[in-house]
């Protein structure tokens, strides 16, 4: 009896590491960004996606990849960005990815040469913090991705900025159950001072509706009730800027849990 009430002791004691683990962190994204004509959105729901899983999913049980999401733009955060649909592929190393490999061939770039839609850009990252819910192994249905341009000389200040004060902040949510996971990713390639942007958070949700644009004063004071509100929002404003906000929801995904069938 004693044994049971100890076990039971320590699963309630992991509960809170199980459902905010920290398992991502160096982690590899390569994101693909498409532009679909409305002629071509018949074939790419019907036909290329489900090719495009199959092959991620061949590259899943080799070991070279964790997993592929694909997502459709929602709402986009700048009218000059033309792509509907953005591919993410998640792997254990940057030379992992099918154009890096040799070895391996690039169906998305196979496709976007057949002209069955335009890859308008591609770009590396790496994930350096997460919150995810381990409880939960299907990919969330949205995806709020906030990029920034975190001022030169001051990128640690704001990787602990968002640590210290903007993680928790996330916690709160998702201990609310309106928020699933929350990842903070630096941007490996491209970059220079020109490319506009060299931070991104991406913040993961269930529901529409439970997304939240920053943070309002209620769930700030969740966390400190006695804070200056202006001086909060000042030392962030100080360290980076908000770039824009694009709402994603998911349309296909591969994953490790859930092979493609």
Known sequence: MV??????????????????????????????????????????????IPQLEEHKNERISSGDIDSWVIYRVLY?????????Y????????????????????????????RDMYQLMKSELWTVR??????????????????YMHVRMGRELEYQMLEDEVAKPLHERRMDREIM??????????????????N?????????????????????????NPNVNLMEFFE???STRDLVRSEIWQRIGYVTEDEPYN
């Open 180 to 197: 699933e996971a929350w990842e903070m990713y630096q941007l490996v390639a491209p970059g220079g001072l020109e490319y506009g942007y």
């Open 235 to 237: 030392h962030i404003w």
């Open 129 to 146: 913090n997460s919150l995810v819910n381990q409880m939960t192994e299907t990919p969330s249905n949205f995806l709020m991705m906030d």
């Open 3 to 48: 044994t049971k009430i100890l076990k039971l002791a320590v699963a309630v004691a992991l509960l809170p590491l199980l459902l905010h683990s920290q398992n991502r962190q160096g982690v590899y994204l390569k994101v693909d960004y498409l532009t679909v004509d409305h002629t071509q959105l018949t074939e790419f729901k019907n036909s290329i």
């Open 86 to 113: 953005v591919s993410i592929t998640s792997a254990p190393s940057i030379g992992s990815f099918d154009e890096l490999n040799t070895n391996k061939s690039d169906l998305l770039l196979t496709f976007s040469e």
């Open 199 to 223: 931070f991104a958070t991406g913040n993961y949700f269930t529901k529409l509706e439970h997304i939240e644009f920053g943070f309002n004063e209620e769930l700030i004071r969740s966390q």
């Open 76 to 84: 986009s955060g700048s009218g000059s960005n033309h792509y509907n």
